[in-house]
């Protein structure tokens, strides 16, 4: 009896893992965007150029590279959703000549990805004295 009972629960086991498995979406995204100005992710400034921005895991790292030099940088998002589904795109935070990526639409769902404002983004918006950004639409090539 206790053989039947250990395999019973052995089984039910495999199962639970598999339908957890299973109904686990995987967050997966890639975007590429020509970014017309210069712009800031977190404190790092990146050039205007060709981007491409990719998901890294399911708990929101993401990583930005440079279409043509490689360069990278790792940022964390938070996924949240959105009203309307637009084609992918960027939305960047303009204090002055400043831009802050803010938001990505990754076009294929209906979740929006958020970045926190940097320290650097709230000095820029401070000395803008703007508590709404102006937001500038960037959409994937």
Avoid: C
């Amino acid at each position: 009896m206790r053989r039947q009972l250990s395999s019973l629960f052995i089984a039910l086991g495999f199962v639970i893992a598999m339908v957890v498995t299973t109904s686990a979406v995987p967050f997966a995204m890639r975007i590429k965007a020509d970014v017309p100005f210069d712009f800031y992710v977190g404190k790092k400034l990146f050039p205007k150029g060709d981007y491409i921005i990719e998901s890294v895991n399911d708990a929101g790292t993401m990583v930005i590279r440079s279409a043509k030099k490689g360069k990278a940088r790792n940022f964390t998002v938070i996924k949240s959703k959105m009203t309307d589904k637009p084609k992918s795109k960027l939305v960047f935070h303009r204090y002055g000549d400043q831009y802050f990526l803010a938001r990505i639409w990754d076009g294929s769902s209906d979740t929006v990805l958020k970045l926190d404002k940097s320290s650097l983004e709230k000095k820029a918006a401070k000395a803008a004295k703007k508590e709404n950004p102006d937001e500038v639409p960037v959409n994937d090539k």
